[in-house]
């Protein structure tokens, strides 16, 4: 069956090859917008709202995006999905990090990618039978219409108690906490908890301000590790969507490749999930970038005489960069105050979408040599490595709520 490509229909090859690039780049162009809105209109309103809302636009954008027949309209309503995609995912990230206790952090943030892994496999083999962009655009958005259940999420206790909702954030824990056991809720001194948590953060509310991302910015440690973790997420970022889009050069067969890369996905998580939780984030993520930045230049110096052994040192390699997306996340959420974390992912994933936009055009270079774009891979995955040594280990930690703290 000869495949459909959107590329070949609308002439996005040779000299036009950079559109087919800034097609893809206005996705994550998206994404970089939905970093910058999604902190601020989940403060607000809420993370379930946010949930909701972003998951629609994702959802609208994607079915409208099989039935045009312009590319100038397609970028936009791509453009749409990286708003939406990115709006929930951070958002979805923020509820689970919020209700998690540091116990389970490490895990939920690692079988969080587990999902991914598995919803990727499913893609693949679905876009090796349906080779039709179209169709197969309208069945990859088709299971959008599961938002409609995230009215029976409930909303984030700490977002609840920081607006004032005490009442309501009671309800919730008490709904969702243990029943049975020494660890069971006690509804009285639950109340009185979340009462005196609240009377605390009024105290803070008459002295504070609206927090901005330049508030990262205050005080040498802050700011040390907010320019670290945004080099990181940029680095992690142009890594991992490079070496996605650089699989497409790659021998073997391409759905083959895929499906075997997010395999790996899959099977990498009790690897991770033992190595973030005993040699703890910051170790982890040094350790997986030299791995990764030996694999890379190893790659230059084999794949014309072994392309196949290429291919799947390269598919291993994603293995690596795949643990530091999980190291960068935890790290993040754990190392910035509660007044600051939202901020701080945010940031961070505003800094990651600069380095996915840069991904298609690095990846492009192959076609000059293949050592330039890997080169530049490496020399990144090199970066991230050395920058995890200035930042402090957050495995166990307490998640602070002020910056004081």
């Known amino acids: 069956m000869k495949p459909s490509v959107i590329f070949f229909q609308w002439h996005l090859v040779c000299d036009r090859a950079y559109l087919g690039a800034t097609l893809q780049s206005c996705f994550f162009a998206g994404m970089l917008v939905g970093s910058l809105i999604s902190g601020v209109a989940s403060d607000t309103w809420g993370r379930k709202e946010c949930l909701l809302g972003f998951y629609t636009l994702m959802l609208l954008a994607g079915l409208f995006s099989s039935l045009i027949d312009s590319p100038a309209v397609f970028a936009f309503l791509r453009f749409l999905v990286g708003v939406g995609a990115t709006g929930f995912m951070l958002t979805r990230y923020l509820v689970i990090m919020e209700m998690a206790g540091p116990r389970y952090r490490t895990l939920l943030g690692v079988t969080d990618d587990a999902f991914f892994a598995v919803s990727g496999m499913l893609c693949t083999m679905v876009a090796y039978f349906v080779r039709e962009w179209r169709t197969l655009l309208l069945i990859y958005t088709f299971p959008g219409i599961a938002c409609t259940f995230f009215r029976w999420i409930p909303e984030s206790p700490r977002w609840l108690v920081a607006h004032g909702y005490v009442d309501e954030a009671h309800s919730v824990i008490m709904k969702y906490g243990p029943k049975k056991g020494k660890e069971s809720v006690d509804s009285a001194a639950l109340m009185d908890l979340i009462q005196n948590i609240r009377k605390d953060q009024k105290k803070e509310e008459k002295k504070a301000r609206k927090y901005t991302p330049l508030d ?6 802050l700011r040390k590790w907010t320019l670290i973790l945004v080099l990181q997420w940029f680095a992690v970022s142009l890594l991992s969507f490079g070496m996605f889009l650089f699989i497409l050069q790659l021998a073997g067969n391409l759905y083959l490749n895929y499906l075997i890369s997010d395999l790996i996905k899959l099977l990498k998580f009790p690897f991770a999930w033992f190595l973030l939780q005993r040699l703890g984030r910051r170790l982890t993520q040094g350790v997986c970038a030299v791995l990764s930045a030996s694999t890379l230049f190893f790659l230059i110096n084999i794949f014309e005489d072994h392309p196949l052994l290429s291919t799947g040192l390269a598919l291993f390699g994603t293995t690596f960069q795949e643990i530091m997306w999980s190291a960068v996340y935890l790290s993040t959420a754990e ?10 992912i ?12 840069l991904s298609p055009y690095v990846a492009m270079t192959v076609s000059l040599s293949l050592a330039f774009p890997v080169t530049i891979f490496g020399v990144v995955a090199l970066l991230n490595g050395a920058l995890s040594y200035w930042l402090p280990e957050t495995l166990f930690a307490k998640m602070h709520q002020t910056i004081e703290e």
């Open 335 to 344: 190392l910035f105050p509660t007044l600051l974390r939202n901020i701080a």
């Open 216 to 221: 990262m910015l205050r005080g040498e440690k």
């Open 346 to 357: 945010c940031t961070g994933s505003t800094s990651a979408r600069i380095g996915s936009m």
